[in-house]
């Protein structure tokens, strides 16, 4: 079966993104010395998860109200509410607010200052 094992951020302004996603997820990023790219190291190798990467965008901002033309990466947190407060404060915004996944847990989209959703889950089996 093929699973992911990367994805990429595109963004603006780089440092801006750099700065929102390290402060809401702690996520580190590190300069690739082929050009405009930076690597996403997500947490630690030996537990689940992906790196991805960061570069410009090569093209319009995502519009509001615009349909999700690309793939959206949801990104596991301890708390959901939280998180999304700290996006917020960020300069994020929401998309989707928090809802229910039945059996599964909390699932919000929000969008980062750029305009790219991407959703946040908190694990909780008693979400209904």
């Not at 410009?56 to 959206?72: H, I, L, T, W």
């Not at 917020?88 to 750029?114: F, T």
């Amino acid at each position: 079966m093929a699973r992911a094992v990367h994805f990429e951020i595109h963004a603006s302004d780089p440092h801006k993104a750099i700065a929102f996603y390290s402060g809401l997820f702690g996520w580190t990023f590190n300069k690739w010395e082929g050009g405009d790219y930076w690597m996403i190291h997500t947490g630690p190798d030996d537990q689940p998860g992906i790196n991805g990467g960061l570069m410009p965008r090569r093209g319009d901002v995502p519009q509001a109200m615009a349909a999700v033309n690309a793939f959206v990466i949801t990104v596991d947190v301890d708390n959901i509410d939280a998180s999304v407060e700290r996006g917020k404060a960020a300069g994020g915004s929401i998309a989707l607010p928090k809802m229910p996944v039945p059996g599964i847990g909390w699932l919000a989209y929000l969008k980062d200052p750029d305009g790219n959703i991407f959703g946040m889950m908190q694990a909780d089996t008693a979400a209904a």
